[in-house]
């Protein structure tokens, strides 16, 4: 994409350091200083993304990612993607919280900060922004979190919401005029077919897990606490087929061999040009490549009734999909508008999916108003049937912009902002089960399915069935050779699992050699779920979030 990519339009006016104009661009004369730094600079800007850092939450993978001396799963995408659109001769550089503290001087070196976050990030982004307003840098915002709740940063300079594709021009317009607004929207969605490939070279990828490519924003669904057709449409905006081998190109040019994370809100959302374009030509772009990574993305249930997509999928390099299962409860489903997922076997249709070679990755909610009280054995029995290592069990949370999150509102249920924690010991409305008795349940399915027995039960139960299509003997990982040293002591020795851990990986060893280097994986992954359901404070009952007067 070629947004403003010239030099002459993205001159800054230079001439005009007077009061007047300073007041105009800073809004506070406090300012000036930072202002004439920039005036000085013959227009090109410096510019520092700051990704704030986020809690020890379960999908932080913090717990894990030191067995493999990473500091964070993935880099900020969005932020990558946004940098890609400014104009190419700005200095640029990239914060990653998660990764490495932010210094004063990162800031002050900054003629403006650009933020992105999502809620989970709120906490962090408050002091971020404290810090620029003390340090005089100015800052521009834009992500989910400020696109659900821009009232709460009104003391950001610039609000860019939205799809950046479609707001950021007018700003980088009117920055350009010098006339900034303060806050940008949209209602139109973003063409992603112009979406430029993100500027991957302002991060240090060893200090990741994987990298992430996005090929298809919105969902065909519409569940009722879910609020990515409010950000993102309920009609799938899909790249072609080039421009997403040309995202595959630079990140192979780039050195990157390992996962990629697709992370697409549904990857089959438009199941026919999956079949038909983008997976046969991802298939002979890998075979090209000699497979230089594996994949992983999120897809809906009804991946399971289309076995040509899960082969093309497998085929492709897919190894793991995430699937929102939610609840093995019909009427819970009815309740919350999940149909792709109603009238189904649904652990048939997991296991119909891991026997096609993919490994599931599942999210459970507990809090539905038609939850009955069976619930938490329910969730316990049918996860460890299922074979799902990682399952991701959360309270139901209504986020701000969802139908849910209305309905509450309206029957005089919310109670406040959540944290963007989906895993928190807290809620932010009044549910129609007793909030103790939710808590308790709650508590119950984490401390039993992370348990070292049923956990590594459900592990070996699912290693003994997968058999995925490439397997050769025994490999070791790049990577893994110290992450298997490190788990010898901190599992095998320290752990409270060792005795389950050795179990493992001797069971490993000698029945399923190929499939060593992922025991170890999920080794590692249950020592992170534990750690975090052992940190969780169960004390907690509702969020201290502002009550609702909207
Ligand atoms: C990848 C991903 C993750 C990764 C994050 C990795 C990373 N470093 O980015 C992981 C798996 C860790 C994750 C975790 C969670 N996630 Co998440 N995640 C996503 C997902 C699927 C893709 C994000 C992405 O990379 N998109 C691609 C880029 C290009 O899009 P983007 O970031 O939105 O950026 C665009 C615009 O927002 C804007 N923009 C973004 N930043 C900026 C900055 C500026 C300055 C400007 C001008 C514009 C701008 O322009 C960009 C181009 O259009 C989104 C869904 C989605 N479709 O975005 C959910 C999403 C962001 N996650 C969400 C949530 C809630 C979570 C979790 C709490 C779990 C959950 N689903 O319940 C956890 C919390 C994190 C934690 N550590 O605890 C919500 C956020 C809702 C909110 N209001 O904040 C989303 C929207 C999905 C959803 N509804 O569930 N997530
Ligand atoms: S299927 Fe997933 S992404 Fe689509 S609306 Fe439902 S929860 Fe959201």
């Not at 630079?250 to 809100?265: C, E, Q």
Request: charged residues 25%; hydrophobic residues 40%.
């Amino acid at each position: 994409m070629t947004i403003f990519a010239t030099e002459e339009t993205f001159t800054i006016d230079l001439h005009c350091i007077s009061d007047n104009c300073c007041m105009l661009y800073t809004g506070e004369p406090s300012n000036r200083n930072h202002l004439r730094r920039n005036t000085a600079r013959t227009g090109s800007m410096k510019i520092l993304l700051v990704y704030p850092h986020y809690p020890d939450t379960f999908w932080s993978f913090r717990h894990a990612l030191k067995f493999i001396g990473k500091k964070a799963a993935f880099p900020p995408l969005g932020l990558l993607t946004v940098a890609a659109m400014l104009p190419p001769e700005w200095d640029m550089r990239l914060a990653d919280m998660n990764v490495k503290p932010l210094s004063d001087q990162q800031i002050q070196w900054a003629d403006y900060v650009f933020i992105s976050a999502m809620t989970v990030q709120r906490e962090s982004v408050h002091e971020v922004l404290a810090r620029c307003r003390r340090l005089g840098t100015r800052t521009v915002v834009g992500g989910p979190l400020f696109t659900a709740a821009p009232a709460e940063f009104d003391s950001a300079d610039h609000l860019v919401l939205g799809e950046a594709e479609v707001t950021l021009p007018r700003f980088l317009h009117d920055l350009d005029r010098g006339q900034p607004e303060h806050i940008y929207v949209s209602d139109q969605w973003a063409e992603v077919r112009e979406t430029p490939i993100p500027l991957w070279k302002l991060i240090d990828p060893s200090k990741y897990a994987a990298m992430n490519i996005q090929y298809s924003r919105g969902c065909p669904f519409d569940c009722e606490f879910c609020d990515i057709t409010q950000l993102f449409g309920r009609k799938p905006r899909t790249k072609s087929t080039g421009q997403l081998t040309a995202e595959l190109d630079a990140l192979h040019g780039w050195g990157w061999r390992g996962g990629i994370f697709f992370v697409d809100d549904n990857f089959i959302g438009d199941k026919r040009k999956l079949k038909n374009e983008t997976l046969p030509s991802v298939q002979s772009w890998m075979e090209q490549h000699k497979h230089p990574f594996t994949f992983y993305t999120e897809v809906s249930i009804d991946l399971a009734d289309d076995p040509d997509i899960m082969d093309l999928m497998v085929r492709s390099g897919f190894e793991e999909v995430f699937i929102g299962i939610e609840t093995p409860n019909d009427d819970c489903l009815s309740e919350t508008g999940k149909i792709q997922n109603k009238n189904r076997n649904l652990l048939e249709s997991v296991k119909k999916i891991q026997h096609a070679g993919l490994q599931v990755q599942g999210g459970f909610i507990v809090g539905f108003d038609s939850d009955p009280l069976s619930i938490f054995e329910k969730q316990i029995h049918f996860i460890q049937e299922s074979g799902i290592a990682t399952a991701m069990v959360g309270m139901l949370t209504a986020l701000r912009g969802t139908k849910l999150h209305q309905r509450l509102f309206k029957e005089g249920r919310l109670l406040g902002d959540t944290s963007g924690n989906n895993t928190a010991a807290s809620l932010n409305f009044i549910p129609r089960m007793k909030a103790e008795t939710l808590i308790s349940g709650y508590r119950s399915i984490l401390t039993s399915i992370y348990s070292p027995k049923n956990y590594y039960k459900r592990v070996t139960g699912f290693l003994r069935e997968y058999r995925p299509l490439r397997q050769g003997s025994f490999h070791v990982k790049p990577g893994y050779i110290g992450a298997f040293f490190k788990s010898i002591i901190m599992l095998g020795v320290i752990g409270k699992e060792r005795f389950q851990f050795w179990k493992l990986l001797f069971w490993s060893l000698f029945r399923r050699p190929s499939l060593f280097s992922l025991a170890l994986t999920f080794a590692i992954y249950g020592y992170h779920f534990r750690k975090i359901t052992e940190k969780m404070d169960w004390s907690g009952m509702f969020d201290t979030g502002v009550i609702e007067n909207n």
